[in-house]
């Protein structure tokens, strides 16, 4: 009777998993058919049931919001939640050297650039310019990141020579796989993986989406300059690395659910991998990636440069959300929002002479004002700012988001108000300017530091819609928590025309 009522509980009390091992555990007792087996299976109960019931405790709504929501989201797949994301990832670790194949420019080019480091102060500028994102992949995956926009290419260290020839199988010379945003970062990409690791050790109900690429392209994506051999070789460091946590995708990712990845598979990490050319995954990992051709629909041309259009688009993304993601689910793919920052031409000169020929140049007022209103009128805001030339990528970044904060906002509306009407935003969302502080925000003002700029609740809103409408009439303390956290960092449209911040509404 008392094995009875212990295995009653431990099937209450413990998940699904945990009942199938006490299940075997029991059979075991029984063949045994001894008191010390019995009290093996006993203890073993007691110890799943202590296990299960502890690990909540310790939860953070933000850094762990997937288990800390399981209520809400543990019956239901990636697919059907909102995954909150990092743009170009590893730009926090950019260093001065221009990368071996550096995106958008010619192989020989990019060679030489790489050997001339950082001459005359170019690579810093451009340093300045490329970098999206201040807080490491650590305080990311604690801000609540469940999308890892991993950009790499295959390069020499940033501060050895470029080899001659790159395409053999020889890598004596350094070469590795490094982040890339035309610059390559400081550490290879495999070192920025360890941390991801070491972070899954320590949150246990997490699971995360790496999207592989070499410049976020989902289906015309090579990897110039790595052999087909170098390309399979960093692959099984990654496999090696992350071990029994990769996702091996016999089981669609449309049907798997949160509760699977976690307690049953305990398989956390879902990669997804842009190569045309099919050279990175072996034939014998082929299960441990989903091809990004297939497995992503990225939506792309939401940013500042011209406010009016991207409100007229995120209209209609808004109208045709829940069917657009029901329709992608039934196919097997991720519906990802790009809401990255948008440079125009005219900024990106303009920054490059402003920030850094300015004084060689010897340039008079008028003309330095000249550049300056051309490239603050290349921005089609609500208010002209002719007298302010934003003067990195994260700077306009943190723009969009001043003007995103109303796109979030309606969602969370629209999904408190009509729940059955389904999802109010993308399964995924990517966006530069995410605070390095572990609270899940948004950075919206002129500054970079999170003390100092207006943050809004990028985390909790996400979070919430979902609970919204996955959870429908039920989770009234999850709901609470999250508003909590979302009136913590308010939306926030303080005005201040010489910046582009006009106090409106936004999107």
């Not at 995120?314 to 990802?336: C, P, T, V």
């Not at 969302?429 to 809004?456: C, H, K, M, N, Q």
Request: hydrophobic share 40%.
């Amino acid at each position: 009777k008392v094995t009875v009522s212990v295995l009653y509980w431990c099937g209450t009390l413990c998940s699904v998993s945990n009942f199938s091992l006490l299940r075997h555990i029991f059979r075991f007792a029984k063949r045994m058919r001894s008191m010390r087996s019995m009290q093996l299976f006993v203890a073993a109960c007691l110890l799943l049931i202590v296990t299960a019931t502890a690990v909540p405790a310790a939860l953070h709504p933000i850094g762990d919001w997937m288990g800390y929501g399981a209520e809400a989201f543990a019956n239901h797949t990636l697919l059907d939640l909102v995954l909150p994301g990092t743009h170009d990832t590893l730009t926090f670790d950019l260093s001065t050297s221009i990368s071996d194949n550096a995106n958008d420019l010619p192989p020989p080019i990019a060679a030489l650039l790489h050997d001339l480091h950082d001459f005359a102060g170019l690579a810093a500028a451009v340093r300045r310019q490329a970098t999206t994102q201040h807080g490491n992949l650590t305080q990311q995956l604690d801000a609540g990141m469940r999308f890892i926009d991993l950009r790499i290419t295959f390069t020499a260290p940033p501060d050895a020579p470029s080899p001659n020839d790159n395409s053999g199988d020889d890598t004596s010379g350094g070469e590795a796989w490094y982040g890339l945003h035309m610059l390559q970062t400081v550490r290879p990409a495999l070192e920025h993986l360890r941390h991801v690791k070491a972070w899954f050790d320590a949150h246990p109900t997490e699971v995360i989406v790496v999207w592989v690429s070499r410049h976020g392209s989902t289906c015309y994506n090579t990897f110039p300059g790595a052999s087909a051999e170098q390309q399979r070789r960093f692959w099984r460091d990654v496999i090696e690395l992350f071990g029994p946590l990769v996702f091996r995708n016999h089981r669609p990712w449309n049907v798997t659910t949160l509760h699977e990845y976690v307690h049953v598979l305990r398989q956390r990490v879902v990669f997804v991998v842009s190569d045309r050319a099919a050279q990175m995954v072996p034939e014998d990992l082929r299960d441990t990636a989903m091809d990004g051709c297939l497995a992503i629909d990225n939506q792309l041309g939401i940013d500042v440069s011209n406010v009016a259009r991207t409100a007229q688009k995120l209209s209609q993304l808004r109208n045709g959300m829940a069917e657009r993601r029901a329709r992608d689910k039934a196919n097997g793919r991720l519906y990802l929002l790009s809401m990255s920052a948008g440079a125009t031409p005219e900024q990106i000169s303009g920054a490059v002479v402003l920030r850094f020929l300015q004084d060689e140049l010897h340039l008079p007022p008028s003309d330095v004002a000249n550049i300056t209103r051309a490239c603050g009128e290349s921005f089609h805001l609500p208010v002209p700012i002719p007298t302010w030339c934003p003067p990195t990528l994260a700077s306009i970044g943190r723009l969009t988001n001043y003007y995103a904060q109303s796109f979030f906002e309606s969602a969370v509306n629209a999904s408190a108000g009509d729940p059955s009407a389904g999802p109010t935003l993308p399964a995924a969302l990517y966006i530069d300017a995410v605070s390095p502080a572990p609270d899940g925000t948004l950075l919206t003002g002129e500054s970079d530091d999170p003390s100092v700029s207006p943050r809004y609740a990028y985390v909790a809103s996400s979070v919430l819609t979902s609970i919204n409408v996955l959870c429908r009439d039920r989770c009234a303390r999850l709901r609470a928590t999250y508003e909590t956290l979302r009136q913590a960092a308010p939306a926030r449209f303080p005005v201040n025309t010489t910046i582009g911040r006009d106090g409106s509404a936004g999107w």
